[in-house]
């Protein structure tokens, strides 16, 4: 090819195995999942001192809870003493320590060893290089991240910097306080299909035309295939008679203060990789997080977030969280056509990426550098 020719309309993707594979899939729960830096609960959903998720990374079952301190910590949900699991549940409260239930270790919420039967006849026992292994976390946007590497990446390179690469700048989010917001609603999705293919079709909009009825109808010029995530700082512009980002296009709720002008009756989506998904409207913030259990199965749980005067009023938030619950099972059912043809011989080369979708081509290699 000289430099004169035009580029291919057509750029290959991924071999159908990388959707099917366990060893592809293992490769990625150790080099992406359990390498980087993972969103793993909303902050406030860990009420007061003693309130606890249990959430996995990877092939790492990790225990998120807030100390007495209010300050909010991540361990290996692994006692050091026999290795069984802390804590069980997906969710809980504890007054002031976790117990282990094998053999009663307990650790205050620091993760400090400070009780187990016989412990006071064993001086030697060094109670903090005892206590449970940390997990580093940081607090953004009003939930908690999490990484289980030893040595964990730039937070603001690998997190905030995906949002600077898709709006240009982090001040473009900031002005959506999505921290002060509150939980509207949450679904929760589990859907038979790989995670890469959710990811994909989050970041283009070729089939939002064929599939999408409701949101074409919203951001019209989604019809036309180019998704908000194809242009560096663009945002989809509601159609001229859509009043907010509703099901029907009606008035939603009370616009954010922060939105600016710019920003106000658009819609913005970012790729925070591996797995979260958020999407900026006038009136609420909705956040996807995703949780790959095996090459062909993935948990989504989706929170749409509102001013919190907007939630304390009991506002019939339904028209809002349609709109994207549509969107979701209608995506949701997409990959899951797609799944089983991941396996088909005539996908074993994989299969093409028009122009439009060309972007998806830089997630491919990222994700086989991470796994080669």
Not at 145 to 174: K, N
Not at 204 to 218: G, K, R, S
Not at 274 to 293: A, E, K, Q, Y
Request: net charge negative; hydrophobic share 40%; with cysteine.
């Amino acid at each position: 090819m000289t430099t004169l020719d035009p580029a291919p309309s057509l750029v290959p993707t991924l071999g159908g195995h990388w959707y099917t594979d366990p060893a592809i899939f293992a490769a990625e729960q150790e080099h992406i999942v359990e390498a980087g830096w993972v969103c793993v609960a909303l902050a406030a959903d860990l009420t007061g001192p003693g309130s606890y998720r249990t959430v996995q990374l990877g092939r790492e079952s990790v225990v998120v809870v807030r100390g007495r301190d209010s300050q909010i910590r991540a361990f290996f949900n692994v006692c050091r003493h026999r290795g069984a699991q802390i804590c069980t549940e997906p969710a809980g409260q504890v007054r002031n320590k976790l117990q282990c239930p094998y053999h009663a270790w307990t650790y205050d919420l620091t993760g400090t060893l400070i009780a187990a039967p016989n412990l006071t006849r064993m001086p030697d026992v060094d109670r903090f290089a005892n206590g449970l292994a940390p997990v580093a976390v940081r607090e953004w946007i009003g939930y908690v991240w999490a990484c289980v590497a030893p040595d964990p990446p730039s937070f603001e390179e690998e997190v905030i910097g995906a949002v600077v690469t898709r709006l240009g700048d982090v001040e473009s989010i900031d002005h959506y306080g999505v921290e002060n917001l509150a939980l509207g609603r949450r679904i929760s999705y589990d859907v038979a299909a790989n995670w890469k293919l959710i990811v994909e079709n989050f970041m283009e909009c070729y089939h939002c035309a064929t599939i999408h009825p409701e949101l074409t109808e919203v951001l019209p010029e989604f019809a036309d295939g180019y998704a908000a995530q194809y242009y560096v700082g663009h945002g989809a512009a509601f159609g001229a008679g859509v009043q907010g980002f509703t099901v029907d296009g009606s008035a939603g709720h009370t616009r954010i203060p922060g939105v600016s002008a710019e920003q106000d009756r658009r819609y913005f989506a970012i790729t925070i990789r591996p797995g979260v998904f958020v999407n900026l409207v006038p009136d609420h913030v909705i956040v996807h997080r995703m949780t790959p259990v095996a090459p062909d199965r993935t948990l989504v749980e989706c929170d749409w977030l509102f001013l919190s005067e907007v939630v304390a009023s009991d506002a019939d938030l339904a028209a809002s969280v349609e709109l994207f619950h549509r969107v979701n099972a209608q995506d949701f059912a997409a990959c899951e056509r797609t799944q089983p043809a991941m396996s088909s011989r005539i996908y074993a080369r994989g299969g093409n990426l028009v122009p439009s979708e060309h972007h998806i081509a830089e997630f491919h290699a990222w994700v086989a550098e991470r796994v080669r």
